[in-house]
């Protein structure tokens, strides 16, 4: 039986910015999902929130948070646009975190800055109504 062929994951250097491929995702990083179960859409920009430890170990899988054109002003909401790498102004948001194969967190849209992560921090602190 022949074996397959597989190609090895592109790498980049830890202080490079721009995408991460397998345990190198990183919470913050944006990414563009075609097809997502349960979405009306075609695809969907999410945002990597799992934490560091989780994308460091063996599962297959991270959390995400998906991001919406429509804004509601909510406290677990953050506002991000096109200096995140969108087209225009949208919304992460935390209420609505799904899990999704790494294997699909291929097409890279963008990364969130410093003050931009702190506002995810404290919008997943809100919607899940931890300390």
């Not at 953050?78 to 097409?107: K, M, N, W, Y």
């Amino acid at each position: 039986m022949a074996s397959k062929l597989r190609r090895p994951l592109p790498t980049r250097a830890a202080d490079a910015s721009g995408p991460r491929w397998g345990s190198q995702l990183r919470r913050g990083e944006l990414y563009r999902i075609k097809h997502p179960s349960g979405d009306v859409k075609r695809s969907r920009v999410v945002v990597v929130v799992s934490r560091a430890a989780h994308l460091a170990s063996r599962f297959t899988t991270a959390i995400c948070a998906p991001v919406y054109s429509q804004r509601g002003g909510l406290a677990s909401e953050v506002e991000v646009g096109p200096a995140e790498g969108l087209t225009h102004a949208s919304a992460i948001l935390c209420d609505v975190l799904t899990s999704f194969p790494r294997s699909q967190l291929t097409d890279y849209v963008g990364t969130l800055g410093p003050a931009k992560l702190a506002a995810l921090h404290t919008a997943l602190r809100i919607a899940l109504d931890v300390e």
